[in-house]
């Protein structure tokens, strides 16, 4: 789906009237978090250049224990589509003095370092704002640039455990368990770039960049919406609760007679149709079940009233069966199949990019879905230092600047 052309990815962009073309961002982070946001912006059209020290580039470049044809890591070709790549020394006056061109050409730049690292390396947004006042500037880090923890280092792993999600998520009574996703990275890159876009209709009127700050525990934090709501109204930290779900119940897994299923009866009327369904019309009229608040006090017990029935069918005929009613159900997928069946493919949520390198290979598509200027491939993910002459002549400073 990529174009592959290295003189036309940002020309289609604004041909096909991407909603971010004309938008020039610089990407200086690393790994997840910011690469994740940038590409997000270059998905929808933005003028992406992720700056990497030379010779060896963004960390990920070399991660994840496996490798496809080239010596880019598949998480490198994940999160960093539609980007141009400059090698530059920031500790060097030479590399900064290009950084400070480009910042002259750039609407957004977004880096991940650690506070107070950017500004040795004249990277800084006070720095950089007095270059060019219009600039949109995100930092995102472990704990933010302020605050008795801001000098921490952060991964998404410590984000989740100081953040609450760990405390959270799991069986009760067991080892602690994390998110199976990087709630925190992910999160954290998806409200920087929406920081930025905010930012960027701001400077519509004003006229003026200004500074977005977040980080991998502000995302772990507000993604918690049912666990803080819990604790606040309740004054008891939220234990583990499995599949099973805060606010209502019977929502969560049971076991059929050959593997488990899910299913959410997430209201009352909801939860007449699931009586009816499992056989069991004495539960609408159980006064332990009278009602969701009483469910959900109950949840346990209500669980191990319902596992003797549902042992009685297979788990995909459960699925039907809710579904054929109108209650919410499904099959527990692992990859193979989550990634690999007729309505992902129908949404479009894997698509193939070509690569100069690696050929074709698999990617997620797009989740946001414009009727009329849908995100797109531009350009595949860059090799190291691949556009270096390219931008450096769009700069008027020469291959050797």
């Known amino acids: 789906m990529s174009e592959g052309g290295a003189e036309d990815g940002y020309n289609n962009a604004r041909q096909n009237g991407l909603p971010l073309a004309g938008l020039r961002v610089l990407d200086l982070s690393q790994v997840m978090a910011g690469p994740f946001c940038c590409m997000l912006l270059g998905d929808m059209g933005a003028d992406v250049i992720k700056v990497e020290p030379p010779g060896v580039g963004d960390q990920t470049r070399k991660s994840m224990g496996f490798r496809m044809k080239g010596e880019d890591s598949p998480g490198f070709l994940a999160l960093n589509r539609n980007k141009r790549s400059i090698t530059l020394d ?159 119940a019977p929502y969560q897994a049971f076991a059929g007679s050959d593997g488990h299923f899910v299913v959410g009866a997430a209201n009352q009327k909801l939860w007449l149709i699931f009586c009816d369904v499992v056989g069991r019309p004495e539960l609408r009229d159980d006064p332990r079940f009278k009602d969701n608040i009483d469910r959900v006090q109950r949840r346990d017990e209500l669980a191990e009233v319902l596992r003797p029935t549902f042992l009685g069918r297979p788990a995909n005929e459960w699925v039907e069966l809710f579904l054929a009613a109108g209650v919410p159900a499904g099959p527990i997928n692992d990859y193979s199949v989550a990634l690999d069946n007729e309505h992902v493919h129908h949404r479009k949520a894997v698509m193939e990019i070509e690569h100069p390198v690696e050929g074709k290979f698999k990617a997620l598509g797009f989740p946001a879905k414009l009727s009329r200027t849908p995100a797109s491939v531009q350009r595949p993910p860059p090799l190291l230092g691949e556009h270096n002459d390219e931008i450096l002549a769009e700069l008027g400073m020469g291959a050797n600047a």
């Open 90 to 248: 920031l500790k060097s006056e030479e590399g900064q003095r290009v950084l400070h061109r480009l910042v002259e050409t750039a609407d957004i730049l977004v880096e991940n370092s650690r506070p107070g690292v950017t500004k040795k390396l004249g990277a800084d947004y006070e720095t950089l704002s007095k270059i060019n006042p219009k600039l949109i500037y995100a930092s995102i880090s472990g704990f933010g640039q302020t605050g008795p923890w801001s000098q921490r280092p952060g991964f998404d792993l410590i984000a989740q455990a100081m953040g609450g999600i760990i405390s959270g998520t799991g069986i009760p009574g067991a080892e602690p368990v994390k998110s199976g996703i990087p709630v925190g990275d992910l999160g954290a890159g998806m409200f920087a770039c929406y920081g930025i876009l905010s930012a960027v209709i701001g400077r519509q009127s004003s006229g003026l960049g200004q500074y977005v700050d977040t980080s991998l525990l502000d995302a772990a934090l507000a993604l918690s919406v049912w666990e803080s709501t819990e604790y606040w109204a309740t004054g008891k930290s939220p234990a583990p609760l499995g599949t099973a779900n805060r606010m209502s």
